[in-house]
């Protein structure tokens, strides 16, 4: 049975996690649903912050306000891709390989 991180903290802000099989569960659709949400919100708002820093000057406050806003962004957008992550077949050879592959993609993704 697979753990799965939940898109949403439990008590305190730690993280909340599923233990189920079942990637039709209620709870699996619903964080599938909301991960979904998430990532939306994430580009509108790159987007938003794009069109903001190249036509205006923002205020000091506009800037607190996005960077905010940002940050908790990213923050969820970190949370889904260590879900998805976790969730991807690990290859043979342990966690060593999984680095060595984890680098090998980083280091091809650079020379483009």
Do not use: C
């Not at 903290?9 to 233990?19: D, F, I, K, R, V």
């Not at 879900?83 to 050879?93: A, I, Q, V």
């Amino acid at each position: 049975m697979g753990m799965r991180l939940l898109p949403w903290s439990g008590e305190g802000g730690q993280p909340a996690y599923l233990l189920t099989d079942d990637q039709d569960s209620y709870l699996s659709r619903l964080a599938d649903n909301l991960e979904a949400v998430q990532l939306g919100m994430a580009e509108d708002l790159l987007s938003h912050t794009q069109k903001l820093m190249a036509d205006e000057k923002p205020s000091e406050t506009e800037l607190r306000s996005m960077v905010t806003f940002l940050s908790e962004s990213l923050r969820d957008s970190v949370r889904v891709a260590r879900s998805r992550g976790d969730r991807l077949p690990k290859p043979d050879g342990g966690d060593n390989a999984v680095s060595l592959v984890a680098r090998a993609d980083v280091d091809r993704e650079i020379i483009r």
